[in-house]
C-alpha cells in the first residue's frame, strides 16, 4: 500500500492469551453454570458487590460473605450500538449497566428483546429504574455470557 | 513538598491527523526538532527525559525503545528516563511526571515528550476494547465510545432531554475553532445543525459528537526557576497541579450524569492556587472532550455552570473563543485526539495561551489557563494551572 508516495507496511498481532480468572470470579463463574449469581458483601460498609471481587476498594477491606443476588434487577442506564465494530456484534444492540435485585451496584450486560431500531422506539420501553431478568444460555460455558442478555419482565 | 519554581519554556508540536508520511520515530523527531529550533539551549542540556504514549494504538509495545534516540537518551553519558501510561490521562501524567521531576529539586531541565499513531490500527475500537477486563465487561465492548454515549445516557434521564442538541453546539464550536489552528487534524466547517443530523454511533453519541483518531507527538520542555527565564524570557509557570483516581467499577457511586472526582479535584486544584472564583480569575481552559457531553459535563464539574446547567453556557455563546470562558480554542479534542499525547498537548495549549504563542487561536490577555484531562474507564484526571505570573497569591 502507499499513501502520497510513502509506502505503508500491513501487520498483525495475534496473540493468544489464558486470563487467570482468580479466586472470587472463579466462582462467580461456577455460579453461573448453575444459573446462580453471586455477589461479595462487605463487611464494614454491608455492600453487596457484583462482580465479586477479593476487596472492598472504598473500605479497602476483604469480603466476609456470599450473596446470591438477582437473577431479576432493574436498569440503571443503557446505550444502544448503531455501528459495527470489529469483533463486536452486529449492530444495533444495548448495553445496560443492572442493578441486580439485592445487589448495591450494576454489572454491564446486554439488553435484548427490545425494538432497537431507533432511540424513539427503544425508549418506549427502556428508561432508569425498568424491571429486567436474566436469559440464561442453553449451554454453559463458565463465563459472563452464560447470562446471553437481560430482557424486560412482561408487566400487565 | 515543592524546592523549587516550575516554568514551561518551550513546547514543540507536529501536525497532528494522519500521519502516514511519518514513522513512529520520525514523528518524535519532528516535536523534538521544532522544539529545539525554537530555543535558545540544546538536548545536552536537558538532565531527564519523561516519555508517554498509551500503549498499544501504534502494534507496538514499549514504543519508548523505537522512539529513545529521537529524545536524545542515547547521546553521550545518555540520561534517566521516566516512560508513564495510564490511558487518556497519559499525555498530562507525563507533564505532571516532568512537573514533579523539577519541582523536587532533583533536576532543573526535564523534557516531557509522547508520541502516538492511533491511525494505525485498522480500527482504533478494537484496541479500547482489549483495555476492559477480560472477565466480567470486555463482552460488551465497552471501550471509550460507549463509556461517553453512557455519560451522554445519564444525563439525558437526570437533566435534559434535549442534550443531544447542545452536544450538537459543542460538536460544531470546537470544529470551527480547529479551522484557525495549523496543527489540528480535522478541518470541518460544520453546523450544530449539521451535527445533530449526523448518523448514530451508539445512541446518545453521532459520528460529530465523537473525536477522530489521529497520530501526533509533543514536546515541552519544563524548568526550574533558576534557568527558566535564562532559557525564555516570559514562560509559563505551572502554578498548581493535581490528580485523582476512581474506582473501575461502574458502579453506582461513579457520577455519570455529573463527574464527581473531576469536581473534587477541581476544588482541591483550585485551594491549592488560591483560586476563589474560577469563572472571573481563569481565562482560557483546554480540556479533553473526546465526545461532546464530556465537555459539558466538564464545565458543570470544574464550576463554571450548576450542576445540571453546563448545557446553558452554550445558549449564551460563553465558552465560543469571544465568550466570557473560552473553552478549547485550539479545536480540543473532538477535532484532533492522538490519545496518549492529547494530555500534553492540552498542557502545551494551556502554556501556549499564556506565553502569548498560541497563534491565530490565541485568546487576548490570557494570564491563567487550565489544561485537563480524563483517562481509564472515567476513573481518572488530570489539571494543571498554567500563569504568566510565578506567584498567584
Ligand atoms: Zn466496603
Known amino acids: ?156 | 513538598m515543592v524546592k523549587q519554581d516550575v516554568a514551561v519554556v518551550g513546547v514543540g508540536l507536529t501536525k497532528m491527523g494522519r500521519r502516514y508520511d511519518s514513522n513512529h520515530s520520525e514523528l518524535a523527531w519532528e516535536a523534538i526538532k521544532e522544539l529545539f529550533d525554537k530555543t535558545t539551549i540544546w538536548i545536552d542540556d536537558v538532565d531527564a527525559v519523561v516519555y508517554g504514549t498509551m500503549d498499544p494504538f501504534d502494534g507496538i509495545a514499549s514504543p519508548e525503545r523505537w522512539d529513545s534516540s529521537a529524545y536524545g537518551i542515547a547521546r553521550g553519558a545518555g540520561k534517566p528516563l521516566v516512560k508513564v501510561t495510564t490511558g487518556g490521562t497519559t499525555g498530562m501524567s507525563i507533564a505532571l511526571s516532568a512537573y514533579y521531576h523539577v519541582a523536587s529539586g532533583l533536576y532543573d531541565i526535564v523534557l516531557a515528550v509522547g508520541t502516538q499513531k492511533v491511525t494505525e490500527p485498522v480500527e482504533a475500537q478494537e484496541v479500547l476494547n482489549i483495555a476492559v477486563d477480560p472477565l466480567f465487561d470486555r463482552h460488551t465492548g465497552v471501550g471509550a465510545i460507549a463509556v461517553g454515549a453512557i455519560q451522554a445516557s445519564a444525563y439525558y434521564f437526570d437533566y435534559n432531554k434535549k442534550i443531544e442538541e447542545y452536544m450538537a453546539i459543542v460538536a460544531s464550536k470546537n470544529r470551527l475553532n480547529a479551522l484557525r489552528n495549523p496543527y489540528s487534524h480535522l478541518k470541518l466547517k460544520v453546523t450544530p445543525e449539521e451535527a445533530l443530523m449526523a448518523p448514530y454511533l451508539i445512541w446518545p453519541i453521532k459520528l460529530l459528537d465523537s473525536c477522530p483518531s489521529s497520530d501526533g507527538s509533543v514536546a515541552v520542555l519544563m524548568a526550574s526557576d533558576k534557568v527558566a527565564r535564562k532559557i525564555f524570557d516570559s514562560p509559563a509557570w505551572v502554578s498548581a497541579v493535581d490528580y485523582i483516581s476512581d474506582t473501575y467499577w461502574f458502579c453506582c457511586n461513579k457520577g455519570l450524569s455529573f463527574w464527581n472526582s473531576l469536581a473534587i479535584l477541581a476544588r482541591r486544584l483550585y485551594r491549592k492556587a488560591g483560586i476563589s472564583d474560577p469563572k472571573k480569575q481563569i481565562d482560557v481552559f483546554e480540556l479533553y472532550d473526546a465526545f461532546t457531553i464530556q465537555e459539558i459535563l466538564e464545565y458543570e464539574a470544574l464550576g463554571l455552570a450548576n450542576k445540571g446547567e453546563g448545557w446553558k453556557l452554550l445558549e449564551e455563546e460563553a465558552t465560543y473563543p469571544y465568550g466570557d470562558y473560552p473553552v478549547n480554542p485550539s479545536g480540543g479534542v473532538l477535532s484532533t485526539n492522538p490519545v496518549g499525547v492529547t494530555g500534553l498537548w492540552r498542557f502545551a495549549e494551556a502554556a501556549l495561551q499564556v506565553m502569548d504563542n498560541a497563534g491565530a487561536h490565541q485568546v487576548p490577555n490570557v494570564d491563567i489557563a487550565l489544561a485537563h484531562a480524563w483517562g481509564g474507564a472515567l476513573q481518572f484526571h488530570a489539571l494543571a494551572l498554567l500563569s504568566r505570573e510565578r506567584k498567584l497569591c
Open chain 1, 1 to 156: 500500500m502507499e499513501y502520497k508516495g510513502y509506502m505503508i507496511i500491513p501487520g498483525k498481532w495475534e496473540i493468544e492469551y489464558r486470563y487467570a480468572a482468580g479466586e472470587y470470579a472463579t466462582k462467580f463463574f461456577k455460579g453461573l453454570m448453575e444459573e446462580k449469581i453471586y455477589g461479595v458483601k462487605c463487611p464494614s460498609c454491608r455492600r453487596v458487590i457484583v462482580p465479586p471481587r477479593k476487596f472492598c476498594e472504598r473500605c479497602f477491606v476483604e469480603p466476609s460473605e456470599w450473596i446470591e443476588v438477582g437473577p431479576k434487577g432493574e436498569l440503571v442506564n443503557f446505550v444502544i450500538v448503531y455501528r459495527k465494530f470489529h469483533g463486536l456484534p452486529d449492530p444495533p444492540y444495548a448495553i445496560g449497566l443492572i442493578k441486580l435485585d439485592g445487589a448495591d451496584d450494576s454489572i454491564l450486560h446486554f439488553i435484548s428483546e427490545v425494538d432497537l431500531s431507533s432511540p424513539y422506539r427503544a425508549l418506549k420501553v427502556l428508561k432508569p429504574g425498568v424491571k429486567l431478568e436474566a436469559v440464561w444460555a442453553e449451554e454453559k460455558k463458565g463465563m459472563i455470557l452464560d447470562i446471553k442478555y437481560f430482557k424486560p419482565i412482561e408487566t400487565g
